[in-house]
């Protein structure tokens, strides 16, 4: 990889994350930490308003912003396989806002990309989700994005039903399922829920809705906890 692309790229990958550190950056780009310092240190002399130091982690200030991409045609075709694929198991406004930002994408893509692109011979039959967790993905994704306690009804593998009051931490695709990784309130731990086996879903109401991070009941405290153990559905559903 040439410098001027290599600092171009060392830009895209900072920009797209909250924090980055060297060693993330220099395994990305197959170079070492120490090039990694070097080529920041240029990008902060040429004044690229990168933030942070050796040791700690990087991140772009705010207010700069680079001008449009431009995606080769094997990306193009890449995204649109991509959302084709998402499309049927995600919830109506998710599926509906990919296409609308797949879209803007190809709009200004040269014709010839374009036209590859939506040729693209990959397809996904609209077989996904049934309606009932379509509409429990929109409402949990939402309830964790607003930080929002959920009661849910819930029946076990073992066709057990409960109800527990839980802080939804996020939604996981498993393929065929997604599952909600939550705090239960009931069990003082982390639980895992197939949207399919909710059996009724509402927010929590009142001053007791809102909910905020606590050490040890975050969703880095909960992806911690499964790492280790190599698949999050091995953390205990529900019970």
Do not use: N
Request: net charge positive; hydrophobic share 45%; glycine share 8%.
């Amino acid at each position: 990889m040439r410098r001027a692309d290599r600092l171009f790229q060392i830009v895209q990958l900072v920009r797209g994350r909250r924090l980055s550190t060297a060693a993330w950056l220099a395994q990305r780009l197959e170079v070492s930490e120490r090039t990694v310092y070097r080529d920041v240190a240029d990008l902060q002399a040429q004044g690229v308003p990168i933030e942070g130091e050796a040791g700690v982690g990087y991140r772009l200030g705010r207010g700069f912003d680079l001008p449009p991409l431009m995606f080769s045609a094997q990306e193009a075709q890449s995204l649109v396989a991509c959302v084709r694929m998402a499309q049927a198991w995600q919830d109506p406004a998710l599926a509906q806002a990919s296409q609308v930002a797949l879209g803007k994408v190809l709009s200004v893509l040269p014709p010839a990309a374009r036209a590859a692109a939506q040729a693209m011979a990959v397809f996904a039959p609209p077989i996904g989700l049934e309606p009932a967790v379509q509409d429990a993905l929109a409402g949990l994704r939402s309830a964790a994005h607003q930080r929002e306690r959920v009661l849910l009804t819930y029946q076990d593998y073992g066709q057990q039903v409960s109800r527990r009051t839980v802080r939804p931490l996020a939604c996981f695709f498993w393929g065929k399922e997604w599952t909600l990784a939550a705090w239960c309130e009931a069990r003082s731990d982390f639980r895992s829920f197939r949207l399919d086996r909710i059996r009724e879903w509402a927010l929590v109401a009142g001053a007791d809705a809102p909910f905020h991070d606590e050490a040890g009941k975050t969703l880095g405290d909960f992806l911690r906890r499964v790492a280790p153990e190599g698949s999050l559905g091995r953390l205990t559903e529900g019970s």
